[in-house]
């Protein structure tokens, strides 16, 4: 597995050994003069499905990867916010949205890119929308007009999917699932 | 909000500084030599709550922070695992225990240490379990004789609560809830 390829030491300026500390089991980036352990850890992207009307906001990604193809809003969640309002403030930069009563809807662990992806649903207030950072245009969608062979990412998909079935069926619920690389290079989603 | 120090860039070894990228909107460490931007985020960390016959799994802490406490097993996701799989390995860790058909069951969110904490439910399988890493001693306890007074976390706290209550009611859920430091010290705990 690839990590982030660490030189030198944060810490002190000197060089970092790729080796198993004791009692540990497992490489670590290792300070060769102050013997520093560099730990490095999954990521955690947050976003959110904004309801409008039966209506779900989009956003056209204007950066790589996957630019020109539609995604909900996302990003990384921050130092110093919780998931949640890391979800809200994603909506705010990419689409201008304010989101309100936010629930955790679905999380998925994709190891081959050390990733948790956490969505929550909640409504779009007042339905306002407009392009933000890392955004070509905004659309309120219906579930007719998802445009599923133009979405950017697997956990759009299946979340979309998942809030559509939930939707029908009257009750929401919080899912978990797994986004795993096969030998042959495709992703195989396993809902748990 | 403390982020991690980080006087070196690890990809050079020159110094770094603690400003506003062009285009961002709070201060990263950022290379004075060859500009390498080092984000810090949240880290994760994974767990369960191990089920055998109506008891619960418990593991008194040989370490600090909270040494001579209980809790559930629990520790860092590690890269290239699931959430689930960390969840299992932690278990095995610091218990020897093997569970089954583990589902997610709760998530904390935690922005004063800038973690989250994702905890599952599942089978110990065969009721086994033994002393194992950063662990004094395990058992198998009953709803009645849980050491509410002597807990090491709120996220265990919380967990078990929320287990039980799910429990008497013959449906578990999956719950969201965000601990953060108030004012004075205390931590609130808000489920959402």
């Not at 080796?19 to 490489?27: H, K, L, T």
């Not at 290792?30 to 956003?59: F, R």
């Not at 809200?88 to 948790?116: C, G, T, Y």
């Amino acid at each position: 597995m690839k990590e982030n390829m660490m030189k030198f030491c944060s810490a002190c300026g000197e060089k970092v050994n790729w080796v198993m500390p004791q009692g540990d089991n497992r490489n670590r980036y290792v300070c060769v003069s102050c013997g520093v352990i560099h730990y490095q850890n999954p990521n955690v992207v947050t976003g959110c499905i904004p309801e409008w009307q039966g209506d779900i906001l989009l956003c056209r990604r204007s950066i790589e990867p996957r630019k020109g193809l539609w995604t909900l809003p996302a990003g990384f969640m921050e130092n110093s916010e919780t998931n949640r309002e890391g979800a809200a403030r994603e909506a705010k930069e990419e689409a201008n949205a304010e989101m309100r009563d936010l629930k955790l809807f679905s999380m998925f662990s994709i190891p081959h890119v050390n990733q948790i992806y956490t969505i929550y649903r909640g409504e779009l207030h007042q339905g306002q929308a407009s392009v933000g950072e890392e955004t070509l245009e905004v659309a309120l969608v219906s579930e007719d007009d998802i445009p599923w062979q133009a979405l950017a990412f697997p956990m759009v998909v299946e979340s979309l999917k998942l809030y559509f079935d939930d939707r029908r069926k009257g009750k929401f619920e919080t899912h978990y699932g797994e986004i795993v690389k096969q030998d042959d290079g495709e992703l195989e989603v396993t809902m748990i």
